[in-house]
């Protein structure tokens, strides 16, 4: 076999599954050296060297996880620094690419629509580019109005000064809709708890950043019409309203007599902190109680919830909504005896089937076999461990606080947890392999025993 030149070879390193991946490396080293200037932080340089790292990774994959405290570990510099790796992290940097070439140039040549393509899960090359402004017009949209919402909250009650409540809701606005749980106060946003004010406009940002650009853009066009909704649309809309449902109300159930969660709280708060409960283990990773606190139930429904995750193309990470309900739908035609997996009046392909298990399994895989790692290297629990992982694999950013109390190693594990979670693992995984061929030939089948 003659092996690739190096224009092949070149070929092979820019297809666009595998730009992705290499640019995200890009923009966390860039933001870690950023994290690592003197202006960025308040300890010394040695200090600083683990946590710029973790925190790049953390922000750049839109997670939130920690391994220093946000509020008093970095400087103003530094906390824009964060802002701005969550921003490009939630929007894509290959996305991001596209719109400012777009801006500069005025064209796209087929290299970088294939690009875009990949990263936003267009349909077709023609979506791309009307997909692309309407995630810019959508991103803005959302962030400067709950910016302006969350001000008015934050100097009405909490901040005696403008620029103080001004650069607060223009920090938790771009984190609620990028789904990264970072926050401006060392306990997240217990301070805030219960104030619906300030926790329900967040939860609703949240919620669309996880639900996807191409469903936003679908339902900007035809919200009226759930009838003419494409499959990939119904099953994200319904799919995250009845496990927002879910969450909430196993939340509230689980949570409600806990005295060091919802039990010490009036009726009005445990309902506002239990509706945040059933969102923010989605993707969202702002908590408003402490989840060292919680119960072992409210632990394992999270810990489901952070794995399955948000949308496709979405700035929420997990296996998706999507394939979730796929694979029930798998389970259902078997059940039933149907020779194929159908939603609605459509059928689904055997390839895009295939894809949903694949993503599943290396999901589980990568989960459990971190989860293992982990805890050979640590004394915590097996439950935390597992919720730990199960949120940087999710990039929620939930944490019981055994990060901060994590050794280095252990703390890698969770970096590539987290870097794997929103690049993807099927993205991941089509980037290592080989050039694919097509089979001159199909071997005989044969029927080994299932179950």
Partial sequence: MRKPGFAGAARLILHPVRILPLAFVAGITIGACLLLLPASHYSSTDDAVMPALFTSVSAATVTGLTTVDTATFWTPFGQTVILLLVEIGGLGIMTLATMLGL????????????????????VSLGDVRP????????????????????????????????PTALWHGVFHAVMAFNNAGFALTSDNLVAY?????????????????????????????????????????????????????????????????????LGSMG???????????????????FNSIDYGDARPETL??????MFIGGGSASTAGGIKVTTFLLLAYVILAELRGDPDVMIGKRSIGMQTLRQAVTIALLAVMLVATTTLIILSMT???????????????????????ITFDMPVNAQFVLMV???????????????????RRAPRYHLPEERPIIG
């Avoid at 500069?104 to 294939?114: I, M, N, P, Y």
């Avoid at 909704?229 to 927002?244: C, K, M, P």
């Avoid at 009726?267 to 990773?285: L, Q």
């Fill in 103 to 122: 801006i500069v140039g005025g064209r796209l040549g087929l290299r970088t629509r294939l690009v875009a393509q990949a990263e936003m899960h267009a």
């Fill in 267 to 285: 009726g009005w708060h445990r309902i506002v902190t239990g509706i945040e409960g059933g969102i923010m283990p989605r993707s969202g990773g």
């Fill in 379 to 401: 004394d915590f629990s097996m439950q935390d461990v597992l919720f730990e992982c199960a949120s940087a694999f999710g990039t929620v950013g939930l944490s019981t606080g």
């Fill in 131 to 162: 997909l692309l402004r309407r995630v810019a017009v959508t991103m803005l949209a959302f962030q400067g109005v709950l910016t302006v919402i969350l001000t008015i909250r934050f100097r009405l009650v909490y901040f005696d000064d403008l």
């Fill in 193 to 261: 708890v219960g104030d619906a004010w300030l926790i329900f406009p967040i939860c609703v940002a949240v919620y669309a950043g996880a639900i996807g650009f191409p469903v936003m853009a679908e339902l900007f066009q035809g919200w009226r019409m759930p009838r003419k909704w494409t499959i990939h649309t119904r099953l994200t809309v319904w799919g995250s309203l009845g496990l927002f449902v879910i969450g909430a109300l196993a939340f509230l159930a689980v949570e409600w007599t806990n005295p060091l969660t």
């Fill in 300 to 305: 394992g429904i999270s810990t489901v919830m």
């Fill in 417 to 435: 947890l987290m870097f794997l979670g929103r690049v993807g693992t099927i993205t991941v995984a089509s980037a290592l392999t080989l050039r």
